[in-house]
C-alpha cells in the first residue's frame, strides 16, 4: 500500500530496519540469469546518482558477485570502527561478497550461511544517508530473495528481462513471489530488446519484440522501458566504466537515465525532469560538481 505521505510504497515497517538512514530500498531482479541485470543495476545506480541523489549499490548475488568488476573497484573496503566503509566509484557506494571472496573461489553455501551472509552486508555496513539502495539479488526465487524480503523494509522491486517467451515465463514466476511477500513491483525493464547496426543502422530484434511490455500489462505494473543490445554496454561493464559515464549522450545511456527517472517517479511521485546532458557531462568531470 503506497505511503500517503511519501507519495511511494513503503512496506516492511514491522521489521527492525538495519539500515535507517536509507529512504528507498529497491531490489533489482530477474526471474532467470543471462539478462543482464547486473549490467542495468549498475547502470541505474550510476544515473540515480547523476541526478544528485546519494545512491548505495549492494551486490547480493552471492554465488556470483560482479558487481566490483562492472563498477571498477578491485581493493577491498576498509574497516571502521568493527565496520565496513562501503567502496566508491563513479558516485556510489558498494558493497559485494566479491571483496571478501577469493576470485577463483566458489561460494557453495547453504541457505543459514547466504542469510547471515546478506544481513552482514546491511548489519556491518556504514551506508550512512542514501536516498536510493539498489540490491542487485541472484536470478531466481531462492534464499536470497526471502532473506531480503525478511531483513529490510522494500520500497519495490524492478525486474529484469529479455523480449523471448522463454525469459518472460520465469520473469511471472519471479514477480509473483514479490506479491506474495506483498513487495510492491516497480515494473519491467525489457534489456537487449533490439540491435541497431552500427554500420547501416538497420534495426534487428534478436531477442523477439515487445515481450516486456505484454508482460507488464499482463501483471498490471508499469513497463520502465527497453535497452538496446550494444558492444558498448557490454565494454563498459568489462572496463568498469558503465556507459552511463563512459558514454552519457548515447541512446543506450538515455534509456538508462529516462528509466531512472519512472523509478524515481514511481517511489517518491516526483517528475523532475532529466537534467541536461551539458550537465552530465560537467558532473561525470566534476563529481563534486551539482547537477
Known amino acids: 500500500m503506497a505511503d500517503q505521505h511519501s507519495g511511494g510504497p513503503q512496506p516492511g515497517h514491522g521489521k527492525d530496519n538495519l539500515i535507517p538512514g536509507v529512504k528507498y530500498v529497491i531490489a533489482v531482479s530477474s526471474g532467470k540469469g543471462g539478462v543482464g ?18 545512491v548505495g549499490l549492494l551486490d547480493a548475488d552471492i554465488y556470483g558477485p560482479n558487481i566490483p568488476m562492472m563498477m571498477g573497484v578491485s581493493k577491498p573496503p576498509e574497516q571502521k570502527d568493527g565496520k565496513i566503509a562501503p567502496a566508491e566509484s563513479h558516485g556510489v557506494k558498494l558493497i559485494s561478497m566479491g571483496f571478501f ?16 551472509a546478506i544481513q552482514q552486508l546491511f548489519r556491518d555496513v556504514l551506508w550512512g544517508e542514501l536516498d536510493y539502495l539498489l540490491i542487485d539479488l541472484p536470478p531466481g526465487t531462492g534464499d536470497a530473495q526471502l532473506t531480503l524480503t525478511q531483513l529490510v523494509p522494500l520500497t519495490g522491486a524492478v525486474t529484469v528481462t529479455t523480449p523471448q517467451e522463454v525469459a518472460l515465463h520465469d520473469v511471472r514466476k519471479g514477480m509473483m ?16 530488446s533490439y540491435f541497431l ?25 508499469p513497463f520502465l522501458g527497453r535497452v538496446p543490445i550494444d558492444p558498448a554496454i557490454r565494454d563498459g561493464g568489462d572496463s568498469g566504466t558503465p556507459i552511463v559515464v563512459a ?10 537515465r529516462e528509466i531512472a527517472q519512472k523509478i524515481i517517479a514511481g517511489v517518491t511521485g516526483e ?12 558532473k561525470i568531470k566534476n563529481p563534486f ?3
Open 37 to 54: 541485470k547486473s549490467t542495468v543495476s549498475v547502470n541505474l545506480a550510476v544515473a540515480l546518482s547523476l541526478t544528485g541523489a546519494k
Open 271 to 282: 517528475t523532475k525532469g532529466v537534467p541536461p546532458i551539458e550537465s552530465l557531462l560537467n
Open 247 to 256: 558514454d552519457p549522450a548515447s541512446p543506450q545511456s538515455a534509456a538508462f
Open 197 to 221: 547496426c552500427g554500420h547501416c543502422g538497420e534495426r534487428t530484434e534478436i531477442f523477439s519484440h515487445g515481450g516486456g511490455e505484454r508482460a507488464a500489462a499482463k501483471l498490471g505494473v
Open 289 to 291: 560538481a551539482k547537477a
Open 177 to 192: 513471489m514479490f506479491q506474495k511477500v506483498n513487495v510492491p513491483l516497480l515494473g519491467i525493464v525489457e534489456n537487449m
Open 101 to 116: 571472496v577469493p576470485e577463483e573461489t566458489a561460494v557453495v553455501w547453504r541457505g543459514p550461511m547466504v542469510h547471515t
